[in-house]
């Protein structure tokens, strides 16, 4: 736990392994990181200046420069001239891995909510189809919703799932994520091709999403198929890059 609060700036306890190979300014920017992410250093607070942290925490001026443009760069800090250096909304980091985004924010304690903003019946078109692997014209449920971590939102999200693997109802998928539905349906996906990308948010977007029109967005498409090789789910998703970004773990 940070020391408590000296003329209202927060004084974190950050602790340095410096027998690591790991850089130091790596390791006081994960620290930091960690503690804004679990509400340790709560949003709106103020960090030490540079000077004096990096004299508390024994590490060199640029060390400590360097680790907090690291949490900047990442939006987790920002500097105000007059202000010092604010801890500012955590982003969401979700590995790429094949879990919803309900429960990536759930599993994290974020309180997912989502909107509903149209579900329809109707034939499946050729690209859905062929993504699929189903015959064109097939019903398929249609969905759009927003996606919120408490009361910020943070995806638009739309989707396709064919009507005979679930009967999708609005009540539902207010309740509770698309996959768990899928899994309850006894169709868990099991292998999913994705894409990530970035665009600009045209301006419906940045309207729903409360952001800047053209702000930057990362995108998602993903289709999932269950263990028996069947699609069971197309998404194609659009995410604020301000509050949310994609982890990726690699290995040879």
Not at 2 to 29: E, H, I, M, T
Not at 46 to 68: C, F, H, Q, W, Y
Not at 157 to 180: F, I, K, S, T
Not at 185 to 203: C, E, L, M, S
Request: proline content about 7%.
């Amino acid at each position: 736990m940070p020391d408590k609060p000296l003329n209202g700036v927060l004084v974190p306890k950050v602790a340095l392994d410096r027998s690591s190979p790991v850089p130091l300014y790596f390791q006081v920017a994960t620290r930091l990181q960690e503690q804004i992410e679990g509400g340790e250093l709560p949003v709106g607070g103020r960090l030490e200046n540079e000077v004096e942290l990096a004299d508390r925490l024994g590490v060199s001026r640029p060390t400590m420069r360097k680790a907090i443009a690291y949490l900047v760069e990442r939006g987790m800090l920002t500097r105000r001239r007059g202000v010092g250096t604010q801890i500012v909304h955590p982003k969401v980091r979700r590995p790429v891995e094949l879990t919803s985004l309900y429960d990536d924010l759930a599993k994290t304690g974020r309180a997912p909510r989502t909107e509903i903003r149209s579900l329809e019946v109707g034939p499946a078109t050729d690209t859905i189809a062929e993504t699929l692997g189903i015959p064109v014209g097939t019903p398929v449920t249609t969905i759009e919703r927003i996606r919120y971590a408490g009361d910020e939102p943070l995806a638009l999200m739309h989707n396709a799932v064919p009507v005979d693997v679930v009967a999708l109802q609005v009540d539902d998928l207010e309740q509770r994520g698309l996959y768990e539905i899928l899994r309850s349906a006894g169709h868990v996906p099991r292998i999913a091709t994705q894409v990530v990308g970035a665009k600009a948010a045209t301006a419906v977007e940045a309207r729903l999403l409360g952001d800047a029109r053209g702000a930057p967005m990362l995108t998602m498409t993903r289709t999932a198929w269950d263990e028996s090789g069947r699609g069971v789910e197309y998404g194609s998703h659009v995410y604020r890059a301000s509050r949310y970004s994609f982890e990726l773990t690699l290995t040879c």
